[in-house]
């Protein structure tokens, strides 16, 4: 049997054809039949078995990312995929299909001549199946209505499949006014009936397929009310999964006395489910990127209004991000506007409905960050006089932003990690675990590589963090937008200082600001303009209102020439007073930064940050 892969990876896009009854999947230089390009990781990482109906998987342990398929995460025993599934490996993407091998003259498949097979209830050949499938897939494709799609897969599966009953929940979602659930019955019968509750929000919470073949012979499943009230014999629930997030719950069962789902109706239900999932996903991504429009139009989100080509990547990927639970990694310089991005993604989901909880990990001590962010009991340390929920917690059911995940603490960032793999967390105190449904969002201006390859952040935190990355241009790469951004900072302006109507900015003024070096990128932007828009008192914005108070003179030193202060705007000698001022304080404190920071005036982390903005400090340190 010939396994056929279409790897995806840093690398770009191939294909390539395994003859063996068993073989690995590994790291370039491993040595392994196939080899990925996964940078940071090293030696085997999945094998690999055809098989007759699919093949066999397993993962190596202590991988530092997640194995994943269209059921849920692979683990180091082996499971069964189908024919054509797709495994995320991390940042790669590894597609598999088995291939007979062609002997002699080829003759076309007669599913007609085909006998039953294991497995297969009676009446229903392989051809049967096999016909039902491609009708199902031929349908979708030209439907674009939900619930025609879900009564094309509804019927389907009772036609190739042993189930008598059929179900599909679909998760709320703005915009939508159909149905949230279809029921169909073996005689065509679409009135609703009672399915198993505890099934479906298995299947759910835990986004893997649930199987109880014979519910009678289940220690558990038996004693399920709706099992007994229903009569229900044997049942499956498995997720509609799409874009990174559920998007439903796909329920087949048996009423009649002796009815049993079987693993090959396993094997059937994942297929066809993948096929409605992915179908319902291209739906609802092609549904918002019309409701986005361009960038340029009005109903587009403000964050994603640019006149700068720099920004045209960005925009398609928030847009392309937005509908899907993945997690990402916002990258830019401080100040480029990332928790305003963060908003974007969380307000153009699905989770709009939900709280955005946002945390500054470089602005909580490194002792209180466990209990912000799990929460603790009361008593669990000195000054909780009682319980609070954790911004997980608070976030049940809408996005936590992490801003600057770089600077959190060795310690937390194994929690984190293992908070991101299950979703659950537990108090401090306590030993009670709490399920919660968030989507991540992170965001850095640290170079996590050069960090990871110094041991500073753990390797398979940064793989989890960045299944996929998002980077904002500086303010300097975007000039075409400083208009823009300048004319809505002044209506904010206008806002808060109860002005008739927004000041106009002066040609002299503007042409200043694209002089600028913009190094606070835009909140520095932002804070010079609505500074400006005081001192101005309602009248047009000049070159003068930019930098009111006079910067301090630049006293000569023997570090080299003076500068020309005729040649240089106020803020040019604003900017040369504070390099000055961060040498004196580093040099009074022998480089310690804790107490430059003090001499300075400033917290550390902003201390830390103009250094390095100066050139005075690697930032790898």
Known sequence: M????????????????????????????????????????????????????????????????PVRSVTGAVGTRFETLLDGDVLNLGPAMVKLRTVAPVSGDAEALDPSKLAPGPGDFAGSPVGAWYQTFMEIADTLEGLNEASRMIHTVMDGVIRSTGADRVMVQLEHDRGVGEPSMFHLSGDGDHTPFRVSETLVTQARSKRKVVHVPVASQDPVASQFRSVRREGISSGIALPLTALGKTMGVLYADCVRQGGVLTATDV???????????????????????????????????????????????????????????????????????????????????????????????AAIPDQLMESILFGHEKGAFTGATEARHGHFVEADGGTLFLDEIGDMAADLQAKILRTLQDRIVMPVGSRRKVSVDVRILAATHQDLESMVESGRFREDLYYRLRELEI?????HERP??????????????????GLDAVPELAAATLD????????????????????????????????????????????????GPALDESALTWKERLEATEREALEQTLREADGNLTRGAELFGVPRTTYREKLVKNGLLDKRQ
């Open 512 to 559: 200043h600001l694209h002089r600028m070096t913009w190094r606070g990128n835009i909140r520095e932007l932002r804070h010079v303009i609505k500074g400006a828009a005081l001192r101005a008192a309602g009248g047009p914005i000049l070159v003068a209102h930019l930098d009111a108070a006079p910067a301090k003179s630049e006293r000569p030193t023997d570090r």
């Open 2 to 65: 010939l396994t056929h892969l279409e790897l995806t990876d840093r690398s770009g896009y191939r294909e390539t054809t395994v003859d063996r009854e068993s073989f690995w999947i590994g790291t370039l230089g491993s040595g392994c039949e196939v080899e990925l390009d996964l940078p940071g990781c090293h030696g085997r990482i999945l094998q690999v078995r055809p098989t007759a109906v699919g093949v066999e998987i397993r993962a190596v342990e202590g991988l530092p990312f």
């Open 267 to 361: 094997q059937r239900l994942a297929f066809i489910g993948r096929l409605l999932a992915s179908a319902l996903g291209n739906r609802v991504l092609v549904s918002s990127l019309v409701r986005g429009g361009s960038s340029s139009e009005p109903s587009a989100h403000p964050a994603l209004q640019t006149a700068s080509p720099a920004c045209a990547e960005m925009v398609e990927r928030v847009k392309l991000y937005a509908p899907a639970d993945y997690t990402v990694l916002i990258r830019g310089e401080t100040g480029s506007g990332k928790e305003v991005i963060a908003r974007c993604l969380h307000e153009m989901s699905r989770r709009h409905l939900g709280p955005f909880v946002a945390v500054n990990c």
């Open 471 to 475: 980077r904002i241009p500086s303010l």
């Open 480 to 497: 075409e937008d400083i208009l823009t951004l300048a004319n809505r900072f002044l209506a904010e302006a206008a806002r808060e200082l």
